[in-house]
């Protein structure tokens, strides 16, 4: 669906969307139908069940969403660990890239997203990246190769859509790749808990807008793929 709505819309017309009131509006509303609500009706027909993504751990009424409390606070023990090595990795890249005489920011492509854009923008990913890992989790339930096999899917996804820029490149960014691998990594090491792994995704885009150049800005449809 996104792969034809990108072919399909010119940039100039997604361009002219972006500055228009009503075109803004649209455009929310098409990214809330497509990342929100056609997982939503997935789940609600019954293609899996909650614990596939991550939504409950096992189904018994005394644990809070089906996890233990020392299976929560090693969920956010990893979280914690991963986001923290990510960003290390991410100002190491950028340091190494000022060095050269480069602006390490824009190399990896990192936008100066407001709080509200990163918190949307977070959600969406990780819905989007839980949502192509249902797939294996219901064929194989193995947490690893669904994780895996569901950033193959986004990657795929944001390679036919295409960057629609001047510099015809793809659109996956360094940034955007260590994200979706973080939220993969993550997957993979606790099988899935959605609510922390959201809270990953949104700390970490809200952390690397603040070393983004300020000129730029996040554009709906535009860093959430991948």
Do not use: K
């Not at 914690?80 to 290390?88: F, M, V």
């Not at 859509?161 to 994200?179: D, E, M, N, P, Y």
């Amino acid at each position: 669906m996104y792969v034809v709505a990108a072919r399909l819309v010119a940039p100039r017309i997604g361009a002219a969307l972006r500055v228009s009131p009503p075109g803004q509006w649209l455009l929310e509303g098409a990214q809330f139908a497509y990342f929100l609500g056609v997982p939503y009706l997935a789940l609600l027909t019954g293609a899996f069940a909650p614990s596939d993504v991550g939504l409950q751990g096992s189904p018994a009424l005394d644990l809070l969403l089906g996890w233990a409390a020392e299976e929560w606070m090693r969920a956010l023990g990893q979280a914690i660990a991963l986001g923290l090595l990510t960003l290390l990795v991410v100002r190491l890249l950028t340091w190494q890239i000022r060095r050269a005489g480069g602006c390490g920011a824009a190399a990896m492509e990192i936008v100066d997203a407001s709080a509200a854009h990163s918190i949307r923008d977070g959600i969406y990913a990780e819905v989007h990246w839980s949502f192509y890992r249902a797939l294996p989790m219901v064929l194989w339930g193995d947490a690893g190769r669904a994780a895996l096999l569901g950033i193959a899917l986004a990657a795929a996804e944001a390679l036919l859509a295409g960057r629609r820029t001047t510099s015809s490149v793809s659109r996956i960014s360094a940034s955007s790749a260590l994200l979706g691998m973080g939220s993969a990594t993550f997957f993979a090491l606790t099988g899935g808990n959605f609510w922390i792994a959201s809270v990953l995704q949104v700390t970490m885009r809200v952390s690397l807008a603040r070393i983004a150049p300020a000129p730029e800005r996040a554009e709906p449809l535009e860093d959430v793929i991948v």
